[in-house]
C-alpha cells in the first residue's frame, strides 16, 4: 500500500524547480494540469447540457473551479513549498471577478427595478397600439434592440423585445421566429459597440484595451452584421397587420424616477472610469444609493396613497427585496468562469493556447475564429481567457476581437445567452434548428461587419 502511495505522489511530482527558490506553475505536461483541464472540459459539458439534465449552470463550474485552485495549492506544498504563488494567483482572479459582480449586481436590480415599474410593458403596449404591419414591427423591434442592447445589456435587451414580439404576433408563428432570430442578432451586435453592452465588452473596458469611447468605432460594423441578415430576413416576414389589445398597461410611481437614477449612474460610472481612473464598480454601486434614495421616495408615496384609500399592512417597497431577486445563478456562474479560467492561466495552458493560435493564424485570423468558436462556447470565458493571454495586438485587433466575440454567437441560437433566453420563452417558435436555417445569411453579415470593421478602421491598425 505505502509502495502504491509513494508511486502515486511521484506521479504528481513537481515537473522543475529550482534550487531552493520558488516553484514554476507551469503544469501543461504534468498530471495536475491534466486533470484541471479535464475537470474544465467536463463542468463545460454540463452547463451545455443544462436545459436537458436540469442542473443550474452554476454548479458545476464553481466547483470545477474550486477543486483546481485547491489542486494547486496541493501541489505547491507537496512540492516542498507553499502556496504562496497560488493564493496571490487566486487574489488577482478574485479581484477581476468582484470588480465585474458589484457591476452586474448594480446593473441587474436597476433593470430589475424600471421592470417592476412597468416601464417595460408600457413601452410594448405603445408599440402594439401604434397598429403597424408586421414587416415594419420587424425592423422597429429589432432597431430597438439594437440601440437599447448597448445599455441594458443584450440578455435584457432580447427579453423585453421578445414580450413585444409576443404580444404583437399572436398566432402568427412565421412572424414570431424571424422577429426573435432578428431580435437575438440585433442585441448581440448592439451589445458589441458599448462598453455596457456585454460581458465581455465591460472585461475589455475594465482592462483597459479600450476605452469607453472608443468602442463607437465599431458601431457601423456591428450595424452592418444586424442588417445584413435583417435584409434577407424582410422578404420572408409575413406582411399584414396584428390586432392591438384594448387595455394599456401604466408605469407605475417612481418608474421615470428610476430610469432617471439609472442614467445618471451611467454617467457618473463613465465619468468615474475616463477621468478619474476609478473602477467601473465604483460608479455602479454610486449609483446604487442613487435608487436607494428613489426607493425611499416610492415607498413614502405608496404609503401615503395605501393611508389615503384605507388599505391596511400595504407592502412596503424595497430595493433590497428586489437585489435578493437578481439573477443569482448567472452571477455564480460567472465567479465559476474566472476560477476554472484563472487556474487554467496559472497552470499555463492560455499561454500555450495563445503561442499556437496567433501564431499560427495570425491577429486576424485568430480573432475571427475567436467569434467562430463563441458561437459554440459562451462568448465570457472565452473573452476572459483572450484577456489573460494578453497577445501583443494593436488597438485595432482588440477592437475586432471584441466585435468578433461579441456578435459571433448569433451565429447559432445557443451561441449567446439572448438566444438561450429567447429559446425559453418564445413558446416554442423560436428554435435551435429555426435559427440555423438562416445561418448563411447571419455569417455573411458576420464576414461583412469584419471586412467593414478592417476597412472602416485601418488607422487603428498598426502597418
Known sequence: MRVR????????APAARADGGAISLDLVNHPVGWIALALFVLAYAVVIAEERIHIAKSKPVMLAGGIMWGLLAWWTIHAGGDAAPVHEAFKAMFLEYAEVFFFLVVAMTYVTAIGERGVFDALRDWLVQRRLGYRPLFWITGLLAFLTSPVLDNLTTALVMSAVVLAVGGDNRRFVTLACINLVVAANAGGAWSAFGDITTLMVWQAQKVQFTEFFAIFVPSLVNWLVPAAFMHFAVPQGHPHAPAQRSPI???????????????AITVAGRQ???????????????LLNLVATRIERRELRYAFANGIE???RYSIFRIIANAEWDTLLFFYG?????????????LELASHGL??????TGANTAIGLLSAVV???????????MNPPMDHGQWLLVTLTAGVGGSLLSIGSAAGVALMGASRGAYTFNAHLRWIVPIAVGYAASIACHLWLNARHFTP
Not at 502511495?5 to 504528481?12: I, K, T
Not at 477621468?275 to 444609493?289: E, F, R
Not at 496567433?358 to 491577429?363: A, D, F, K, N, P
Open 5 to 12: 502511495l509513494a508511486l502515486l505522489l511521484s506521479l504528481f
Open 252 to 266: 407605475k410611481i417612481g418608474g421615470l424616477g428610476i430610469c432617471v437614477a439609472f442614467a445618471a449612474t451611467i
Open 275 to 289: 477621468w478619474l481612473d476609478m473602477p467601473a464598480a465604483w460608479g455602479m454601486l454610486t449609483g446604487l444609493a
Open 313 to 315: 399592512n400595504p407592502s
Open 337 to 349: 468562469v474566472f476560477a476554472c479560467v484563472g487556474a487554467l492561466a496559472a497552470i499555463g495552458y
Open 358 to 363: 496567433y501564431g499560427t493564424l495570425g491577429h
Open 378 to 388: 459562451d462568448n465570457i470565458p472565452i473573452m476572459f481567457a483572450v484577456l489573460k
